[in-house]
């Protein structure tokens, strides 16, 4: 089994000692330093290689944040912290996942899976730029990063990209498989939706290209795991 090496920056001595003996539980991660001021973990991380970062939000002289913002930190980062507010930065300085204190070790468990699965992605190798798909009586070549998102019509599955629409027989599960889970993800029986193309999210439904996508009850919970 991989074991990762991971570290620990934060400030609050109780928070320190949950996380620590939440790390200690799981067989796949190796604790090798613990941190209680963000620059002395920024060091650490300039001179060692790490592959999980839990860090701490709130901190004196250099904060979670700024410390993601102003430092090129290549490892997957799960952030603890027990403000709410952060969460949309978070999202958008692309780390793991967030946890919110005081968080479980169940919630614990599920954030450490994340980065492994995302180390193991990356492991494998670059993502593809293309697939083929069929339709008619021809297999069509699809940039991946034009599609929008994918409609399910009866036996028949829409690929709607940037310049066009294309029609195959091709199910979801199958496109699953050719399209890696970084970049799609199902949110309704009959829609699939390319994430880095999401505008906005309202009242339930996905914004993509002026169109307007329902996020059901079945899919729910992964979507909102996913883009957090």
């Known amino acids: ?24 539980k799981v067989p796949f991660l190796h604790l090798v330093a613990t941190f209680e001021n963000s620059l002395d973990g920024l060091t650490y991380l300039s001179t060692q290689p790490v592959d999980v970062l839990f860090l701490d939000i709130n901190m004196d002289e250099l904060s979670g944040v700024e410390l993601l ?24 300085l692309n780390v793991t996942d967030y946890l919110l204190k005081p968080f479980t070790f169940q919630r614990f468990l599920k954030a450490a899976n994340k980065a492994r699965e995302n180390l193991t992605k990356n492991r494998a190798g670059p993502l593809p730029e293309f697939i083929f798909v069929k339709t008619e009586n021809r297999l069509e070549k699809i940039m991946l990063a034009d599609i929008l998102y994918i409609e399910g019509m009866r036996d028949y599955r829409r690929i709607h990209t940037m310049q066009k629409s294309i029609m195959t027989l091709q199910n979801f599960s199958e496109l699953e ?4 889970a970084r970049l799609i993800c199902r949110v309704h029986k009959s829609y699939m939706v390319a994430l880095q193309k999401i505008e906005a999210i309202e009242r339930g ?18 979507f909102f795991e996913r883009i957090r």
Request: charged share 25%; hydrophobic share 35%; with cysteine.
């Open 1 to 24: 089994m991989k074991v990762y090496k991971c570290i620990i920056i934060e400030d609050e001595p109780l928070a320190l000692e949950r996380t620590q003996s939440y790390v200690e």
């Open 69 to 92: 913002e102003s430092s090129n930190i290549t490892c997957q980062v799960i952030i603890t912290t027990a403000y709410q507010q952060y969460a949309l930065k978070g999202y958008e």
């Open 177 to 180: 498989q050719m399209i890696p």
């Open 205 to 222: 439904r996905i914004l993509i290209a002026d169109q307007r996508i329902p996020i059901s009850a079945t899919y729910k919970n992964d």
